[in-house]
């Protein structure tokens, strides 16, 4: 445990009390983006996907897939729903297929289901690595025995844990092939972080959620979470605010663990502007 990961109130040069969170007793991670560094294969797999796709299509719709096309129509959403609203800022449309489609077979679970072997491709290739100051904000957590969660609407959370060397750190894992068999719905809607609660048999007035999503902090907020904490990955801390979370981080080196009376723990947010 890195001893800078718990650091005492006040140790900021501000002078203004650090703004404070909890007490809580468990903590849910969203995955991709707040413990592991995927975005960047995501959006590779994206890409090579969209731009083969594109070639076959004339006029306008051939510009390639950009940055803020993932922004604006494939990050944060189920796969399917992601090809699909692509497709349509581009004036493409495409049979929406079944599950069951082979990765060749042209719809949209056919393009979504051929995305998902090229992340899994650039996952091999490139392997998966999580952000060292996570791992030290979770060791924090632990030291106070506080139990942790990571929820992922993706069904290669444990393929992404396992590459990270991450699989056995959390008490509760909740992935996309769970949350398919219990019929549970994405996010905005809160189903995966209450499973995760209810697992980790804590109250949710009493979990902190730390998400780099807007529909996952949306989830948080709408679930009753007593803290939930935006992840801003993206440069837009804007719009987690906006979709209700109680504050917006840069990276979880911006956060610390501190004891609470009352046998839990609350996290002060260093203000490092
Ligand atoms: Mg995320």
């Not at 803020?68 to 581009?90: C, M, Q």
Request: aromatic letters at 6%; one cysteine or more; charged letters at 25%.
């Amino acid at each position: 445990m890195g001893s800078n990961s718990i650091r005492l109130s006040g140790s900021g040069t501000s002078g203004v009390a650090a703004p404070t969170f909890g007490p809580i007793d468990a903590v849910v991670f969203d995955t991709d983006g707040v413990i592991t560094r995927t975005a960047e294969l995501h959006r590779a797999a994206w890409k090579r996907l969209f731009d083969d796709y594109l070639m076959t299509h004339g006029g306008d719709r051939q510009r390639p897939f950009s940055d803020e096309d993932y922004l604006a129509h494939v990050d944060g959403r189920p796969r399917y729903d992601g090809v699909e609203t692509f497709l349509s800022s581009r004036r493409i449309d495409l049979a929406y297929g079944e599950r069951a489609d082979a990765p060749d077979v042209e719809t949209v679970c056919g393009l979504g289901n051929r995305k998902d072997e090229y992340f899994q491709a650039e996952v091999a290739k490139r392997g998966v690595h999580a952000y060292d100051t996570t791992i030290a904000f979770m060791d924090a957590l632990r030291s106070f025995g506080v139990v942790m969660a990571a929820v992922s609407a993706s069904e290669n959370q444990r393929l992404v844990l396992e590459s990270a060397g991450l699989l056995g750190s959390f008490d509760v894992l909740v992935d996309g092939v769970e949350s398919r068999e219990l019929g549970l719905a994405g996010k905005p809607d809160p189903a995966l972080f209450l499973e995760a609660a209810a697992r980790l048999a804590v109250e949710p007035a009493r979990t902190a959620v730390l998400e780099d999503a807007r529909s996952g902090v949306a989830a948080g907020r709408a679930g009753g979470f007593g803290t939930v904490i935006g992840v801003n990955r993206g440069g837009r801390p804007d719009s987690l605010r906006a979709a209700g979370a109680d504050v917006v981080v840069d990276d979880l080196e911006d956060l610390s663990v501190h004891q609470h009376p009352d046998g839990g723990c609350q996290l002060h947010v260093e203000d490092r502007s």
